[in-house]
């Protein structure tokens, strides 16, 4: 008898587990979309929202963030049940919005387009869902996962010149990618050295990553020089398992990904490249860039800003490279070396060398490294788009080449 007492009694415990649970959750989407409202969720690769509740036609919501210490903006999520309908979205956490609002999709995430010029707003948009519009998604920025980089490489499958390698396996078992590009046969003049995603929510820099792969694999003298001169290596994902799970990355507890490089690595990304690359180099690496996007409104943050190194000598090599990225730029996006931010200045003033831009400043043969920021959706007033951060990455591709080899252009 005592034992079916304990038993029942654990059983009604967790019945009532269970219930305060489910009322803390909230109506399931099976409910919802019962009861016409619109079904909101980040079930896909790179999801991230919370949905507190929705009152008429306007839902409350926020995004999730996670293990980060104080705010950031990152959120992507996907609408459903809302066609013909024009709802409004609140968001209670901060300011999440670019001066651009919200980037959507109404193809399931193939293309994309920024819903205003001007979007006074940073925390309200309202949307008017085509009849037709079984889904739409939504997200801070143009979105960039594993699948979207599988697309982009999809095109040179069998293609010498481009090596597809795993740097390593992120902490949750995702392979991390590794990419060599150009001269991976034979001795190269040069190597260099791209990363991306240090910070998992910075994805329209993936775009420009893209843009520098595509010149040096292009049918042109570019390409051409290249894949004689030169071995590029990229990783396009330091933060896999972020990207993938929807993170913000930037200020992840106890401390991020590019902040991870003094020292003895806690994440297995960061490892591996401090592993990898110095035997990669045998001496040849030149050059060290990384791609990352700042915050999301106001002065530099929307600009195309090179942030300066702490080591004098390299400083003064970005700066060379700096004036010729701005004498070449014939693309979209404005660039003005008046925006970049020297080390000491504003908020480049990190006591420590712990980020990748200090790491790859002191090895061994390597003149130019810094971080390039790329704005999220406005820079110098053009749009940033996957068209115009790729045509910005070409620019990057060919400032390289003068500067390691000017009499080659």
Same mark, same amino acid.
């Given at each position: ?23 803390a ?17 980040a ?20 995004q ?26 609140q ?10 609002g919200? =980037?959507?999709? $109404?193809? @399931?995430?193939?293309?994309? /387009?920024?819903?205003? +010029? !001007?979007?006074?707003?940073?925390? %309200?948009f ?79 820099? =993936?775009?420009? $990553?893209? @843009?520098?792969?595509?010149? /040096?694999?292009?049918? +042109? !003298?570019?390409?051409?020089?290249? %894949? ?15 990207v993938?799970?929807?993170d ?13 490089y ?6 297995p ?26 915050t ?18 390299v ?42 831009s ?52």
């Amino acid at each position: 008898m005592l034992t079916n007492f304990r038993v029942m009694r654990c059983a009604v415990s967790m019945f009532i587990a269970a219930l305060v649970a489910t009322i803390a959750a909230g109506p399931t989407s099976a409910t919802r979309a019962a009861a016409g409202e619109p079904v909101i969720d980040a079930d896909f690769p790179g999801g991230n929202i919370i949905v507190e509740r929705t009152e008429g036609d306007t839902v409350f919501l926020r995004q999730d963030l996670r293990d980060t210490e104080g705010h950031w903006f990152y959120w992507s999520m996907r609408v459903r049940g809302a066609a013909g309908r024009t709802l409004t979205f609140q968001f209670t956490s901060g300011d999440v919005l670019s001066r651009r609002g919200p =980037a959507y999709s $109404l193809d @399931g995430g193939k293309t994309w /387009a920024w819903l205003a +010029d !001007d979007h006074p707003d940073g925390r %309200r948009f309202r949307f008017a869902f085509p009849a037709e519009a079984d889904e739409v998604r939504f997200c801070t920025a143009v979105p960039y996962v594993e699948a979207d980089l599988k697309r982009f490489l999809r095109q040179y499958e069998g293609n010498t010149h481009l090596s597809v390698e795993e740097l390593t396996k992120s902490r949750k078992g995702r392979a991390v990618e590794r990419l060599r590009v150009g001269r991976i046969e034979g001795e190269p003049d040069v190597r260099i050295l791209i990363t991306c995603r240090h910070h998992a929510c910075e994805t329209m820099a =993936a775009w420009v $990553l893209e @843009g520098m792969i595509a010149a /040096a694999l292009a049918d +042109d !003298d570019l390409g051409r020089w290249y %894949r004689q001169h030169v071995e590029l290596l990229a990783v396009p994902f330091v933060d896999k398992d972020g990207v993938e799970d929807g993170d913000q990355g930037k200020n992840r507890k106890p401390h991020d990904h590019n902040r991870d490089y003094l020292g003895d690595p806690i994440y297995p990304e960061v490892a591996a490249l401090k592993d990898f690359v110095p035997r990669w180099s045998k001496g040849k690496l030149v050059a060290a860039l990384d791609l990352h996007c700042p915050t999301l409104r106001g002065g530099k943050n929307e600009q195309l800003s090179f942030v300066g190194s702490r080591y004098p000598s390299v400083w003064e090599q970005q700066q060379k490279f700096a004036e010729i990225v701005a004498r070449i730029n014939s693309g979209p996006l404005p660039y003005d070396p008046k925006h970049n931010v020297p080390f000491g200045t504003e908020w480049n003033k990190l006591p420590e060398a712990k980020s990748f831009s200090a790491w790859a400043g002191a090895l061994e043969g390597v003149r130019l490294a810094g971080t390039w920021e790329i704005p999220y959706a406005n820079a110098g007033g053009k749009a940033v788009t996957v068209e115009s951060a790729r045509s910005f990455g070409r620019t990057l591709a060919e400032a390289l080449r003068e500067y390691l080899a000017p009499s080659s252009r």
